[in-house]
């Protein structure tokens, strides 16, 4: 005879409907003093007998959250804490979350019980940021802003529903707002002269530099070494990004540390121009000359760029840096750090080079994102295209019309 479960360990059955339903006992009602039962639905046996097996697992270590009273904050934090911790997500991706949760979801939507969740309760909440979000009152946050909310909060009820706190994932029933179709901001040749100019004597011209003869981000920037260049063959590799990231051991700090690409395609080979090279090399001397003047106290991390005692530089710093150049070239607002990215790709492709080839220089994942951003510039790709069939048309048209007729 089958031994008979005691209380607190949990019993599956399946309901006259088909629908399979697993319940666990777990305290008392401090009103009433009567056991409190919980239950878990499920479309397999197997299904809810995973449900169970959670529950009895957080009731053991004292973790269990009573369905009825979780709240949308609390299961977030729950979810970001307990399941998103890295190394399973990257630390920049956690911070981002994070703050994410803390600045624009909890506020709205925290303090609501998870399962009164309704999906007019998420499609207000988008609607809201997309029109007035910003914590600066300037405004709604961006599509993409926006779509990172979503993911979150799709994410956290992915995994409500499998824990049994939720019926269903109310995040799939929204719609988000639609995405902005911006192009990519480039440098016109005139304002690259007047970057150029500006960049005259400053001590990390040559970063600049490199990100127009390069296309490398900030932090793939900030974290090249030396060993990672070759100024005899005019190349460069890609191996690690610097990010500004939460202290693993106190989040209350903030640090600088230095990551693996997200992708394989991120770690790549560049060649490099000769003026990129003839800057390198013109600042490399300068460098050498700081680490002669501190001697003991220069901090050599082989960084190509680094601040004047050695150390890495914040991203932060550096974007500042290019926004004081910004107002010495007199470039207009909407050009950022990033535009020269974009110059770098964008010159690329009016040269007639390959969008694949241009992938692979960005370090871009896929080649869709390439053909996505810079699609403004491949109409006129296309023009050229068709203008080099000329040389291979007929020169006398008309006689060849009449051989044509049926």
């Known amino acids: 005879m089958a031994k008979k479960r005691g209380n607190g360990e949990g019993t599956i059955c399946r309901r006259k409907d088909g629908v399979w339903c697993a319940a ?22 197997q299904e809810v007998a995973e449900k169970l097996a959670r529950a009895l697992g957080d009731v053991r270590t004292g973790t269990f959250l009573e369905p009825s009273r979780v709240t949308v904050g609390q299961w977030l934090d729950t979810w970001l804490n307990e399941y998103k911790k890295p190394p399973k997500i990257r630390p920049t991706t956690w911070d981002s979350y994070e703050m994410h949760i803390r600045v624009h979801i909890k506020p709205a939507i925290g303090v609501l019980p998870l399962r009164q969740l309704q999906p007019h309760h998420l499609q207000r909440l988008y609607n809201e940021k997309f029109a007035a979000g910003r914590v600066d009152g300037r405004g709604g946050l961006s599509t993409r802003t926006v779509e990172i909310i979503h993911t979150i909060m799709h994410a956290a009820l992915d995994q409500a529903v499998k824990e049994g706190l939720v019926a269903r994932n109310v995040a799939e029933a929204t719609t988000l707002p639609k995405k902005e179709k911006g192009e990519p901001r480039a440098l016109t040749p005139e304002e690259q002269e007047r970057v150029f100019a500006a960049l005259d004597n400053d001590r990390l011209g040559a970063a600049f530099v490199l990100a127009l003869g390069s296309g490398l981000r900030r932090g793939e920037i900030l974290a090249l070494r030396w060993q990672d ?23 209350t700090r903030w640090v600088l540390a230095f990551h693996e690409p997200k992708t394989a395609k991120g770690r790549r080979s560049i060649p490099i121009p000769r003026w990129a090279v003839a800057a390198l090399k013109a600042h490399k001397v300068r460098q050498n000359q700081e680490k002669l003047r501190l001697g003991g106290a220069y901090q050599d991390a082989d960084l190509v ?47 007639g080079e390959h969008p694949k080839v241009v992938q692979e220089l960005l370090g871009h994942a896929q080649i869709g994102l ?9 109409p006129e790709l296309k023009k050229s295209a068709a203008a080099k069939l000329e040389s291979l048309w007929p020169k006398n048209l008309s006689s060849q019309k009449k051989n044509l007729q049926p």
């Open 24 to 45: 666990i006992t777990a305290g008392r009602d401090p009103e009433t003093g009567k056991l409190k039962r919980f239950y878990f639905y499920g479309k397999t046996r």
């Open 229 to 251: 260049v070759d100024l005899k063959e005019g190349a460069l590799r890609v191996r690690r990004c610097l990010v500004r990231t939460r202290d693993p051991e106190d989040p």
């Open 305 to 351: 760029f680094a601040t004047e005692d050695g150390r890495p530089i914040c991203p932060r710093d550096f974007n500042r840096r290019f926004d004081r150049l910004k107002a010495l070239a007199g470039l207009p607002e909407d050009v950022t750090l990033h535009s020269l990215r974009h110059t770098y790709a964008t010159r690329l492709l009016e040269a």
């Open 370 to 378: 390439t053909l996505d951003t810079y699609s403004h510039v491949l």
